[in-house]
Each structure stands twice: as C-alpha cells, then as structure tokens.
C-alpha cells in the first residue's frame, strides 16, 4: 500500500525543495566559502539537507510519529531556507571581513566558539542582530544530527556548534564606513547577553510606582504589562550598549553619536540621551572621562561626551506615551545599576578592557599603544602595530588590537585639530576635498585591521 | 644608486617622518634579501577583472568615468583561497603590503623571475615615485598556455629602492592610502577635453569633406 495521494503530494513537495535549496546553496559561488562563518553555515545547510532528505525517504506514513516527524522536517526546511539567504548575504566580497574576524576575537573570553557573519541590511534601518537565530541553529543541527544515515565525518562538523552564533546586520550604504563598524560591538552584546543571561536589577523609583497605579482599574494590568515588556526591552539594550563599551571603548559611543545622535524612543529601542547617560557613565567606570587624567589624544571627548548628553536631552514629560515617559524615568533611575552590572561581567570574564587593561600587554604607560597609531595615521601610514624597545634596547613590534585601531581612527577623525592635521596631508591649504580624506582614512584602519588579521592567520600557520 | 637590503632595513628603522614603511612583513628574514638588494613583496586579497562584454572598446576620450568602473568587476579572494588566471587573461591585483616611501627614495616594482618563467607578467608600470602611500597596484597577465593559480600571501614580485639625487617636495596625489588594486583615471580633465575638441573638430572636417 502506497501513501495517502495528499500525503504523497506533501512529501514530494518537501522533497522539491530539498533539491531547490540544494541547487540554491550549489549556485552560491566558491567566493563564499572563504568567509569563516558563511562557509560554517554552508556546510551546515549542506549537511543538513542530506540528513533531512534521508529523514524523508525513509519515513513511514504508518509511523506513529509520522506526523511530527513531516512537519519538523518542514519547519527545518524553511529555516534552511532563511539561512542560505544570509550565507548569501554575507559574502566576502561585499563584506569587510578583517572586522568580523576581529569581533569573534574580542567575543572569545566569552565564548570560546563564537561565530559572527556579517551581513547586509538593504533597508536604512541600520545596524541589526538576529535575536532568533540561535535556536533555529539548534533546531537544523537536532534534525540533522537525529538521523542515522548522516556520514560520521559530516555529524561531528555539525557537532561543532557554536557558542553563540551571532547574525549581525550592517546598513548596505555604510559598508565603507569602518569607524562606523564599532556599532557592531552594540550588536554582538546583544549576542553576549543573550549566551550570558545578564539581567541587571533594577529598583522603581517612586514616582514610577505612584503614577503606574494611578492608571484606572480596568486598564492597570495593560499598563503594567506595557511597561514591563517595553522597560525589558530598553534594558537589553542598555546592556548590549554597556557591553559594547567594554569591548570597545569610546568607539561604540562616538558611532552611535554620528548614526542617531537625537533619536526619539521606540518599542524596541530607548532614546539616544538615555543610551548617552548609560555610555558616560561605563565611559567614566573605565577611567576615559576622568577630569585629572584624560589621555592627550582623547581629550576631545568628555565635552564630546557631554555635547552628546545634553544635545539629546528632550522634555520626557511632555512625552505623549505614558509607558514610554516611564520606562525612560525607570531606567534612568537604574543606568549606574545597569553599567555596574555589565562592566562586573566583562571584568570577570576579562572581555572588559577599560583603558588599563587593553594596554597592560603593551607598555608600563597605558596612553601609549593608541597615541602611537595615531602618529601612524597622521603619517598616512596604517595604525598596525605598536612599537616597543625591549630592555635590551631592540625594537620588539607588536600587533596593534581592534579597540586600539578603532579608537585611534576616531581620536583623528572626531578631534578637529587632528582632522585637519589628517587632511592637509593630502591638501594645501584650506581644506576642499574632505569626503576623499575620510575615504583614505577609513583605508586605513581598514587596512590596519586587516594586517593584524593577516598577521595572526600567518602566525597560526608556522 | 640603488639601496642594498641593509640599507633599506636602516631606512625602515628611521624615525616616522622619515621612515620606509611596509607593513605588513610577514616573514621580514626571508623578504628583506640582503645580498640582492630588494624586498619581496606579497601578493594581496583583493583583484579586479575586466567584463569584455559591458564595452564594445575602452575609449578613454569619449567614455565618462562611470561606464569605465562598469567595466571593471572586484574579486574578494579569502586567505588560503585561489584566484585562477587564465592563459591571454588581464587581471589587476595589489600587493599584500601598503609601502610609504619618503621624500628621498624611489623605488621599482618587478615581478620575480620565477613567475616571468612561466608566463606570468606581474607589472607593467614599475615606478614608484617619493613619497607614495599605499599598497601597489600589479597588472596581471598570464602569457603561458596553461591557467596560474595565485594565492593571496604568495611572494610574487619584488621592490627595488633607489637613493634620489636631492630630496623632493613629495606630490600629495602621491598619497593615495590604496588598500586594493586601483584604476585610475585615464586621463587628466584638461588633456581630456583638448582631445574631445580635437575629436569634434576632426569630426566636422571629415563630414565637410563628403562631395554630396
């Protein structure tokens, strides 16, 4: 007895595009597979349409679990689907991918299997992450790894999932911008978050509570369940803002400053100058805004750093959206909570730099790495290494680290002394050409990083 | 007179205003050869390939800029991966190392014999003048009979380094800060435009030559 004629259709549906997906993933060319992470993906879509084929040809319909079998595998087909549209959209060519490399680094401490793909956002919403993904990873690897028939050497491929394995989106637009790229450490704290669990606790300040209570009988619990939900959700991102810090130091703060530096709040997001308190004060934790001992080559950014502050600052109280004017009261209230909690987190699991610890590998004085890569972009040469003399008086180079580079590319371009420093370098006289500067520095630290990257690759093979 | 390998390891330990920079040196022992008197050079991750089929020819004077780029297609080739060069295919490439010259040093880029050997053309325009920054820009061509697989990393052409005479002002377009292969403009805007009326001009006698 053959299968019921609709259950026939439905498995050879399945099995159509299967083969799609299989073609689909043949026709991405050989260029992909070179991106760490979209090969990782590939393989895994790879594998896993071998093992959910298989799984197919082999189902009953008189199974008794026929039923939840079909239908895993149709849920799997569908997120094998999705993912081979980012295995497509972070591909190597568009991508710059010394970054990406640079970013699972830095995640490291963390989590030691971490894997970031870079991928384009073709709307203008900016820099994303995909919160999902990780259980739609785990749901394909179960699926696959379920079956027998899977070649022992494919299963443990497969075996090897990632810690975290974070889908970071960057606006298409901006794919040259790499100071702008440090808003990529905002996203990737997301991922941190998520792997670590870090939820900070917060207090209710009074007002909060007298006013929620306020709200009519009949609509308290909306108004309960509203502020929870949105208050939870700024959280998060104040966490990933706060991790970001840690990884990066002022870069973070000095991108979001140029992409949203007066954004009003949404259901997902807080405004820009809740964001700005909560940066100031990791900033301040980590010794880069301190009055008596701000480092020469950032002393722009404390009256940056307030600029940024006070220039966003609106009247929360004539905000319309009452949750809206209360989340942001709530977690104002709580920013040093939220900071604390996150810079504990990185110190313990040394992911947390500060200006003492990137450069304690470095140099007695801890300014010095930096200061010295900025010199080197203000020679247009790239901000790759540190020099150091050892104590027998040999020069021992180093390989500059991605705070270091970033932060350095911003104490040129955000400090208008130094910027036109930078561009007189290509130009006498007053400056006219100055989109070709940014252009040449972006070069630069691009280049920086990508020698650092080389350099390790090179090193890791000898 | 053309630096021996000690002397251009001397100039790399000059101060910054003044120093030969090329980074990265990933083997410096074996790239810096110091009886030869150059500096090998790696060859980078990023090519460019020309589309044949978007132009009918390359007319520098009447094609604009824009339709030039068309023509052009980057490829991106991961460490570790293979960029293939078929036989008679041009292909732009750059070295892996971003030079900085200073103001009192010329140098010449050349490809290395054992690739000449096979059919390999590395550069055409060797010339590296003071005070140039960026990574050098190669053009490939593969003379043999039989496709080239190039590895980004691989040693592929060298850097020769000459003393100049007396110390130049450096030409700032010389600082170009290029981290892949560059096509520049074919031509200068002036040159351009005197060639365009030139064109037109030549244009108008054929036309008022025509007998009907």
Known sequence: MGAEPNEDHRRRELSFRLRTLERALLDIGPQVRWARSARFLWNLIRVSI?????????????????????????????????LLGYVEEGQPERVPQ??????????????????????????????????????????????????????????????????????????????????????????????????????????M?????????????????????????????????????ALSVCLLGPAPFMSLYRLAPNAEPSETHPDSNLRFQL????????????????????SWLPDTVTRAVEGSQSAVENWPDQVFRLAHTHLEHNVERIA??????????????????????????ADAPRHQLVRRILHAVPPDTVERVTDKGMRQDQAARLPAILNAGWAVYADPKRWLQFCQIFEDGPVQHEFESRRKLQNLVLKAIDTVNVKREWGATA | MILTGQEILDLMCEPLETRLVITPLLDPNEQVVTGAGSIDLRLGQDFVLADPAVLSSLDPVKQEENELAGYLRPVHVGLGGRFVLHPRQFALAATLEYVRLPNTVAAH????????????????????????????????????DCPIELTPCLTI???????????????????????????RTLMTSPERDRLLALHRNHKKLSADDQPW
């Open chain 1, 50 to 82: 071998g093992g959910v084929s298989a799984q197919l040809r082999s189902v009953d319909p008189a199974d008794v679990e026929y039923e939840d079998t079909v239908s895993n595998i149709e849920t799997v087909t569908d997120v094998l689907h999705a």
């Open chain 1, 98 to 203: 010394a970054i990406v490399s640079a970013l699972e680094d830095l995640v490291r401490p963390i989590a030691p299997k971490s894997r970031v793909l870079v991928c384009y956002d073709w709307t203008p919403s900016n820099y994303g992450y995909l919160e999902a993904f990780r259980e739609e990873l785990n749901a394909v690897v179960r699926t696959s790894v379920r079956h027998d028939a899977v070649d022992p050497k494919s299963q443990e491929a497969v075996n090897v999932v990632p810690d975290m394995f974070a889908i970071v989106f960057l606006p298409a637009a901006e794919q040259d911008s790499v100071l702008l790229h440090a808003a990529l450490a905002h996203e990737i704290g997301h991922g941190i978050c998520e792997v670590a669990a870090i939820d900070p606790p917060t207090v």
């Open chain 1, 205 to 241: 300040p009074d007002g909060v509570v007298g006013e929620l209570m306020e709200a009519e009988d009949g609509e308290l619990l909306g108004v309960l369940s509203d502020f929870y939900v949105r208050s939870q959700a700024w959280k998060r991102e104040l966490v990933a803002d």
């Open chain 1, 279 to 298: 940066m100031s004060v990791c900033l301040k934790k980590l010794c880069f805004l301190n009055e008596d001992n701000v480092p020469p080559d950032l």
């Open chain 1, 340 to 365: 604390e909690t996150a810079i504990a987190f990185g110190m313990e699991k040394s992911c947390a730099f500060g200006r003492d610890g990137w450069d304690a590998d470095y140099a007695q004085d």
């Open chain 2, 109 to 144: 880029v050349i490809g290395r014999s054992r690739w000449a050997r096979v059919g390999l053309i590395i550069a055409m325009a060797t010339f590296v003048h003071p005070g140039y920054s960026g990574c050098l820009t190669l053009e490939l061509q593969n003379l043999g």
């Open chain 2, 157 to 183: 052409a060298q850097l020769t380094v000459e003393k100049i005479s007396k110390p130049q002002e450096i030409d700032k377009s010389q600082i170009s800060c290029s981290v892949g292969p560059e096509f």
